[in-house]
């Protein structure tokens, strides 16, 4: 720290690791950050974007004023009051007109549990609708609907902090060194003292590089490998039987099914050699403690609920759960995804996951909100795009999200939302989605305000205010409430410790936190009293939270992907991300440190695929599917194996969302991002 700077205490802004550092001030300039080495996550270490996470929020793009799209199509400045103004005149009317359920709102991830707590309360009390959603529809809603019917709880069961205790460690769909980087460090620490890693993962992704054990597989064929390990393990008597009937239902259908899943027949279905299963499936079920980590490998297919239930009967069978250093380790991925989810930033619940159809929890809510919220069932925003099309939902409020870039099969959501007759924007940055907007409007970015985010191991957290936020941009509940105020809602907020209180008086999970409480470190929920330390591991002793606390096993078979390669599309097309940007890239992309390490988009190729195509790195290739094209220069390299190509929607020259197919899960209504059909070809030069 230089003299004449500040040091403000915070949480990371990007993922859902939640490490915290120190925000270096100097004349309302954020200048760099120090670590935290006190934190019990971080330990003083950072990943590439923490360490630079600050420079976006000076970026001269950020978005100053609020703006309404004029009779010629453009977005032109006005006051705070006209723009408040016309928000609340035009909901209203649209409600007048078509009823609440016309209306749909997204949260966001990126936001904090105050501004989306404001904008539930917006969307359920002053608004009527439960059209609510936010990212997670795109990334772990298979894991909440999944682990919630399995084990009564949707979140990470065991926390970051046992990691380095595990004997074994398996990764599935998570590229935890690039996208997690702090917990791959734990995961180090754990190899470095003996752990074993086995990583199942159709690339060779750097943990694979070093793990004891690499099982690469088609995308979009998990059940059949994890059905594979059960079925090696019960048949080799390495099941945990004393713990299958004391603590669990529904075995003997598991069984049934995945008996079925010899290692010939895994084999077949995901090119796994046999020997490579059977070894894995021993290592995993022989440990004492072994934990299973996974992410959008698993959650992002038409299967993903099924992908869950399957890893989660993998931990029951063999009694890795419930115990420190076990259990099924959904990496939440947004800095305050937990958060959002915990908050129902999704249809059909409340804050605190309460039943919205309980008269009790409904008459609780009725007390602080005035209203009674809505008892029917929102729309997924997955399905917001039909509903516009259809006609049932005229418009849409945003806060915080692009869908135009991240949502599967951009051209169709590009058509609805044309025909909405009202879209609000709220954003730090200019994105696809704001050009689609009737109103824009400039919020406050992290760095610039109060309140908390909570992580993925679901630890609630302080982000703080360090720095004045440019020209007029204003904080994200404040904007809501001042729209409420204007449709003769008044919550009366006038700080975000308050809406804390608020919002944590009708959570019992976070009922006994408090901004005093986790002024110097977070707490993890649930934590029910003000005397209550946390907790770090849920389902202890075999305690499920399911209605007769037992774990409940579910028979799940391999499906095809909806779309496989053909003589047109030969190609697997699997998406994701770099360690080096963020989504769509309106923040990461604006920081210059970052930009430069990963400047343009790229596609990678096998070596054997790219020979016999012509390419080599650096070569223009076009990239098409069913539904669209992108061009962008291929990346040769044996991390993608033969009939498979990876790119990422970082990049707005090369939106790959226009090639992804727009299929759900039919349970938690997620996207299949991760397996869809194309072709390549090289473009060539001009001479
Ligand atoms: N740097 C950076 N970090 C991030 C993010 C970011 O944008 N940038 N985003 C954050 C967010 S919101 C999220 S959700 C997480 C996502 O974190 P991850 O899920 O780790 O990231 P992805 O790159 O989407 O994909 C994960 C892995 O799935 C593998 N995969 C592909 N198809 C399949 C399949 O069919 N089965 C299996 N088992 N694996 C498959 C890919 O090869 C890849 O290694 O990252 C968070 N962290
Ligand atoms: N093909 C493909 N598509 C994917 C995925 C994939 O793996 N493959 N992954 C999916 C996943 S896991 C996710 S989570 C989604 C993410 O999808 P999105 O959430 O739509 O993507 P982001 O780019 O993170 O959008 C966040 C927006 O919030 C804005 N923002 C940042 N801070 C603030 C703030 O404080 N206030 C306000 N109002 N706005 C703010 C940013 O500028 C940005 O525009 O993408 C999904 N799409
Ligand atoms: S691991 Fe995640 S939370 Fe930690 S510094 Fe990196 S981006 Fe931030
Ligand atoms: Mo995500």
């Known amino acids: 720290m230089l003299p004449g700077e500040r040091l403000v205490l915070t949480t990371c802004v990007w993922c859902g690791t939640g490490c915290q550092f120190y925000l270096r001030v100097r004349d309302n300039r954020l200048v760099g950050v120090v670590p935290s080495r006190s934190h019990p996550i971080s330990r003083g270490r950072l990943c590439l974007k923490g360490w630079k996470s600050f420079q976006f929020v000076h970026h001269p793009d950020r978005l100053k004023y609020p703006m309404i799209r004029n009779s010629k199509g453009q977005l032109e400045r006005v006051s705070w009051e006209e723009a408040l103004d016309y928000v609340a005149g035009r909901l209203m009317e ?8 016309a209306i749909a709102v997204f949260g966001s991830a990126k936001c904090t549990n105050e501004d989306n707590y404001v904008l539930v309360r917006f969307a359920r009390a002053t608004i009527g609708t439960d059209h609510v959603d936010h990212c997670a529809r795109l990334c772990h809603a298979s894991t909440v609907a999944g682990l919630a019917r399995s084990f009564g709880s949707g979140a990470m069961t065991n926390s970051i902090d046992e990691i380095e205790d595990a004997e074994v460690i398996l990764i599935t769909g998570s590229n935890t060194s690039e996208q997690h980087p702090v917990i791959a460090s734990h995961m180090m620490r754990a190899l470095n003292r003996g752990a074993r890693l086995i990583v199942v993962d159709p690339r060779r992704i750097p943990m694979a590089r070093i793990a004891h054990i690499h099982l690469s597989h088609r995308p979009g064929t998990d059940i059949a490998w994890i059905n594979g390990f059960i079925n090696v393990i019960v048949n080799e008597g390495l099941a945990d039987m004393d713990f299958v009937r004391n603590h669990t239902t529904g075995f003997e259908e598991m069984w049934e099914v995945a008996k079925e899943y010899t290692p010939d027949v895994v084999e077949s279905i995901t090119g796994i050699p046999k020997e490579d299963l059977i070894r894995a499936a021993r290592m995993y079920a022989s440990a004492e403690k072994a934990m299973i980590f996974y992410a959008m490998g698993i959650t992002q297919h038409v299967t993903g609920t099924h992908n ?21 380790n959904p990496l939440r991925g947004q800095n305050n995804v937990q958060g959002a989810s915990d908050l129902a930033v999704v249809p059909g619940k409340l804050p605190g996951y309460q039943d919205p159809t309980d008269p009790e929890v409904r008459r609780k809510f009725a007390r602080v909100w005035g209203v009674e919220p809505p008892a029917w069932k929102g729309f997924a925003s997955t399905q917001v795009s039909d509903a516009i099309m259809d006609g049932t939902v005229k418009a849409v409020y945003i806060m915080g999200e692009n869908p135009v870039r991240s949502h599967p099969d951009i051209r169709h959501i590009e058509e609805a939302f044309e025909n909405l007759e009202f879209l609000v924007v709220q954003d730090i940055f200019p994105t696809e989605t704001t050009k689609f907007a ?28 360090a720095v004045a936020p440019p020209a007029e941009a204003r904080d994200d509940w404040w904007i809501i409430q001042e729209v409420a105020r204007r449709m003769g809602d008044d919550y009366g907020f006038e700080d975000p410790s308050q809406i804390f209180d608020e919002m944590a008086s009708l959570m019992p999970i ?13 707490i993890p929920w649930p934590c029910p009293s003000p005397d209550h330390p946390g907790t770090p591991y849920l389902h202890r002793d075999g305690k499920f939270n399911t209605p007769d606390g037992r774990g409940r096993f579910f028979p799940v078979r391999h499906v095809d992907p909806p779309e496989l390669p053909d003589e047109e599309y030969p190609f697997y097309l699997t998406t994701g991300r770099v360690g080096v940007h963020w989504h769509t890239g309106s923040m990461s992309r604006r920081i210059h440190y970052l930009e430069r390490e990963v400047p343009e988009p790229f596609v990678e190729i096998n070596p054997e695929d790219a ?3 012509g390419v080599r790195t650096g070569d223009r290739i076009r990239v098409c599917s069913r539904r669209g094209c992108v061009e962008a220069k291929a990346l040769v390299t044996d991390t993608v194996s033969r009939g498979v190509v990876f790119s990422t929607f970082h990049f707005e020259e090369a939106p790959i969302n226009l090639l992804t197919i727009n299929v759900l899960d039919p349970i938690a209504l997620i996207p299949e991002l991760k397996v869809s059909a194309v072709r390549i070809e090289k473009v060539e030069r001009n001479a």
């Open 510 to 522: 976070y009922s006994g936190i408090s901004y005093d409480r986790i002024e110097r470190e977070g």
């Open 94 to 101: 649209i409600k007048r007109k078509y009823g609440p359920e």
């Open 611 to 613: 020979r016999t195509l």
């Open 308 to 328: 869950v239930f399957a890893l989660a009967n993998l931990a029951m069978v063999t009694g890795h759960i419930g115990k420190p250093s076990t259990g099924v």
């Open 438 to 465: 009737h109103v824009v409007l400039p919020a406050t970015a992290w760095g610039e305000k109060d309140g908390t985010f909570t992580n993925t191991d679901r630890r609630v957290q302080r982000v703080r205010r």
